[in-house]
């Protein structure tokens, strides 16, 4: 069975930073896309940042320049750094990838189960 985990979540300060890690496991065969996306309260799921087998990468505006995301093959695992954090970005956060899964041998989506991350004073 595939799961991603996440780790790196928590409470951090308005210009604090945060490191949130995704590491994949359980039978597959490959990887494609990876991303981050986040939901806040009683708002939509919004994408935050993505990157592909590739290593190309893409932000959401309110990311670009503060975040980083990236990925570490052999490791299965996919990272967002998260620099200069405010109130806004609060939210759980959520790791997605584009998998094989040996039981299928389908392209799917998976997710992984949230991280919460809260920015206050």
């Known amino acids: 069975q595939v799961q991603l985990v996440e780790s790196g979540g928590g409470l951090v300060q308005p210009g604090g930073s945060l490191k949130l890690s995704c590491q994949a496991s359980?039978?597959?065969?490959?990887?494609?896309?990876m991303g981050w996306y986040r939901q806040a309260p009683g708002k939509q799921r919004e994408l935050v940042a993505g990157?592909?087998?590739?290593?190309?990468?893409n932000y959401t505006d309110s990311a670009r320049g503060r975040f980083t995301i990236s990925r570490d093959t052999a490791k299965n695992t996919v990272y967002l750094q998260m620099n200069y954090l405010q109130p806004d970005d609060t939210a759980v956060y959520y790791c997605?990838?584009?998998?094989?899964?040996?039981?299928?041998?389908?392209?799917?989506?998976?997710w992984g189960q949230g991280t919460q991350v809260t920015v206050s004073s």
């Open positions: 990157i592909t087998r590739t290593y190309s990468t």
């Open positions: 359980g039978s597959y065969f490959s990887i494609k896309d």
């Open positions: 997605q990838a584009h998998m094989k899964p040996c039981s299928t041998s389908l392209w799917s989506t998976y």
